[in-house]
């Protein structure tokens, strides 16, 4: 097993971003390896895309090990504490179907020291509710969008604020949503200004980006 896994120990260190382990398509006995050497060295491990396999075998690996987990997102162990970055991250979902990547973003952001706020179930089809929370929305710091079906929400956002927004497509919708691919496609030709987009379901990717971005406000020289 061994000769497979080679981890990063230092990437907190060199990136400002805690260690996080992509655990789909990885077997339950590689990350309960992973997890065994992260907790020893690091004294938390992060596993992002969580199969309920891999979580099965992780707990029955390391059954006292604290836990925490948000949506597809497992934290074990105890991160350390870190600083409050400045300022406020907002997350957006359009409905309850998106919720597991909102909490796979929310975990590695408060990880990060981010304040977190989150506004669900506020999609445009029922536009009242998003324009309900306009000024949630203005005084947030950095904003992830999270959506899927047409992915509207992100460039619907993007006009209400001048918060940077993150837009993540989800693969929520039926069979012309191709698993997210119409969702990505719209927020790639969102015609509001200051939206960068992620991956499908990448929530993990959406929340190091708005840390990095709480991070430069921040008055510390260590960053």
Do not use: W
Request: proline share 7%; charged share 20%.
């Amino acid at each position: 097993m061994s000769d497979v896994i080679n981890l990063d120990f230092d990437r907190e260190a060199r990136c400002g971003l805690p260690e996080a382990i992509f655990a789909e398509f990885k077997t339950p006995a590689q990350c309960a390896a992973i997890a065994t050497q992260l907790l020893a060295r690091l004294g938390y491990a992060l596993f992002t895309r969580v199969t309920p396999a891999i979580r099965d075998a992780l707990i029955a690996r390391l059954p006292d090990a604290p836990r925490q987990e948000r949506g597809r997102a497992l934290l074990l162990g105890a991160p350390p504490p870190r600083p409050r970055l400045p300022g406020t991250l907002l997350i957006v979902a359009a409905g309850t179907s998106d919720l597991p990547v909102v909490e796979e973003a929310a975990l590695t952001a408060e990880m990060a020291g981010a304040r977190v706020e989150t506004l669900t179930d506020v999609g445009v089809a029922g536009l009242h509710r998003l324009l309900a929370a306009t000024e949630k929305l203005r005084s947030a710091t950095v904003i992830i969008a999270v959506a899927g079906m047409e992915g509207a929400l992100p460039s619907v956002v993007g006009g209400l604020t001048a918060a940077p927004v993150i837009a993540v497509p989800t693969g929520v919708g039926y069979g012309a949503a191709f698993n997210g691919v119409a969702a990505l496609l719209a927020m790639l030709n969102s015609c509001a200004a200051g939206v960068a987009v992620m991956n499908i379901d990448n929530g993990f990717g959406a929340a190091a980006h708005a840390v990095k971005i709480l991070r430069q406000l921040s008055p510390r020289d260590d960053r």
